[in-house]
């Protein structure tokens, strides 16, 4: 079942992740728990998707009750924020800023990439590799692996790249086809069944 409890919003739940030490950026854990909410594994819940966000056996020691609560409420928060996305398909990389270092760029490469790989596959396929999908989704999944790859070519590019705007332009590209390639996962293999995931 869905939880009712608000997300506290990025900057706070940074802090959190920063207290539990937490590796995963906060962008990189949205798109896991939006693959987690695309996936067809209909086992998968959002506590299997928070226990991964910490290598095993270090996973964050919750000394109370009341910590324990308050760790899984903010989660929870998170997660709905991310379902509700999902259910508007409004899932999208995160907005770059009109930075022209290429620094900037190749550092926005590596976040991308890894918001795709650790991220949203990730998130989609929740430990498993034998999950039935069909051909046409299964390719889907792979071109976003293609896509994380194109980026760290692009982020490689960067370091010999004299004029940032041809490099611009392909990143901005990239970011398109991603985000159109989410779409469309949603719009055709998880708006049909939304409320079946409701039940979660």
């Known amino acids: 079942m869905q939880s009712l409890n608000k997300y506290i919003g990025d900057d706070k739940m940074q802090k959190m992740l920063a207290h539990y030490h937490c590796d995963i950026p906060l962008e990189t854990v949205k798109m896991r728990f939006a693959g987690a909410v695309c996936s067809p594994n209909l086992e998968l ?22 910590e324990a609560e308050l760790f899984f409420k903010f989660f929870m928060g998170l ?17 770059h800023l ?11 490469c590596l976040q991308r990439s890894e918001q795709l790989e650790q991220g949203y596959i990730e ?6 590799n034998n999950l039935q999908i069909s051909a046409g989704l299964a390719e889907l999944i792979d071109s976003l692996s293609d896509l994380a790859a194109i980026y760290l070519k692009l982020s490689a590019r960067s370091e010999k790249e004299t004029d940032t705007k041809n490099l611009i332009a392909a ?20 708006l049909p069944r939304i409320t079946e995931l409701q039940r979660r």
């Open 98 to 108: 009109p930075e022209t270092s290429r620094q900037y760029w190749q550092e926005l």
């Open 123 to 128: 998130g989609f396929w929740g430990g498993r």
């Open 171 to 190: 990143i901005k590209t990239t970011d398109k086809t991603v985000n159109r390639a989410i779409a469309f996962i949603i719009e055709n293999t998880v």
């Open 45 to 66: 819940r959002p506590t299997d998707l928070i226990s991964s966000l910490w290598p095993a056996n270090r996973e964050p020691r919750l000394q109370t009750k009341e």
């Open 79 to 95: 997660w709905d924020d991310v379902f509700e996305q999902v259910r508007r398909n409004n899932i999208r990389l995160s907005p």
